[in-house]
């Protein structure tokens, strides 16, 4: 596979910016109870398209941490883990941000869940969406498309797109406007920027890539 360098050295400077061991902790916690497709370089390049592997807020605050997970929908889960002191904008990110507060969890308005937390979650709610395109008869090969797409857009926006015929024309114009991105597949129909699933692959090739790499030297 031919990679994009500028992609490479974002995602390389990305990774230098995470503290010491969570690149660790993200593939050791995928590889408890989750399917083989879902790995910790899948968990990884999820949060780098969320939020470039930074625990900020976004959507006007309510989304939080490095994976964005809605207060709306994961409040259960933001009320059960401590939370983090969150930085409101990317450029104002800090090492700090990572650190949990004393009796806080993180859904109090303007913090996030850990790394580690967001990470296991993560993986709990990529199962759990690869589980029910099982059930409802998604091919082997198509699963962890729709799983991604559902993550970003809700199970039945992702399935409806992914049933419906795929209108290239409308592919090929989102691959013209976001050039250098994948051209989406088609449970992407509805996600953002028309590419969500294909992105989220290409990162984890990416990353992938670049731990071969290290370890070769």
Known sequence: MKFNQKRLD?????LATMPYGYVEDALEIAREGAPDAISG?????VGLRESGLRNVLGDKGRARGSHQFLDTY???????VSGCKAAPTIAAHRLSCWMPVAN???LRPGFCPTW????????????????????DGVPEKDRLQVA???Y????????TGYAEPLRRWTAAMRSALHPGEPTGLPA???????????????RRSEVNHLFARRLTG
């Open 10 to 14: 974002y995602i390389e400077t990305r």
């Open 41 to 45: 370089s899948l968990v990884i390049a």
């Open 74 to 80: 994961h409040a259960e889960f933001l009320r059960s």
């Open 104 to 106: 806080v969890t993180a």
């Open 116 to 135: 580690q937390a967001s990470c296991s979650y993560c993986v709990r709610v990529l199962n759990a969406l690869y589980n029910q395109a099982v059930s």
């Open 148 to 150: 991604l797409a559902a």
């Open 152 to 159: 970003n857009v809700g199970y039945t926006r992702a399935l």
């Open 188 to 202: 992407d129909r509805y996600t953002t920027r028309g590419n969500y699933a294909a992105d989220v692959l290409q």
